[in-house]
């Protein structure tokens, strides 16, 4: 028998505060080449931590190189790129910037 998986996406207050405005999304929502800003992380600790210690701080400006179901999202920071997975970039709440 086989299982099937749903996606997961965080539902956390951070999340609920930001989709008011209807211009947040999760970060594996988002386009290739497009530029973001990084709104809010959710409520994990750890994953928060780890993310800081990235680069990736609230403000930050950056551009998703890319985005595909099939491989990590991929962005471009100060000049790295870093590759994020599905499970860790559905838990970053971005804008687009336009």
């Known amino acids: 028998m086989f299982r099937v998986f749903r996606k997961k996406q965080c539902t956390c ?40 210690d990235m680069g990736l701080t609230k403000g930050v400006e950056f551009r998703v190189v890319n985005n595909s179901n099939d491989g990590p999202v991929v962005v471009n920071l100060r000049g790295s790129k ?17």
């Open 13 to 52: 207050d951070a999340y609920e505060g930001c989709k008011l405005d209807q211009k947040c999304v999760f970060l594996n929502d988002v386009k290739k080449n497009t530029n973001v800003t990084l709104e809010e992380l959710c409520n994990n600790r750890c994953l928060k931590q780890k993310l800081r």
């Open 82 to 98: 870093l590759a994020l997975g599905h499970g860790m970039s559905q838990k970053i709440i971005v804008r687009e910037i336009r």
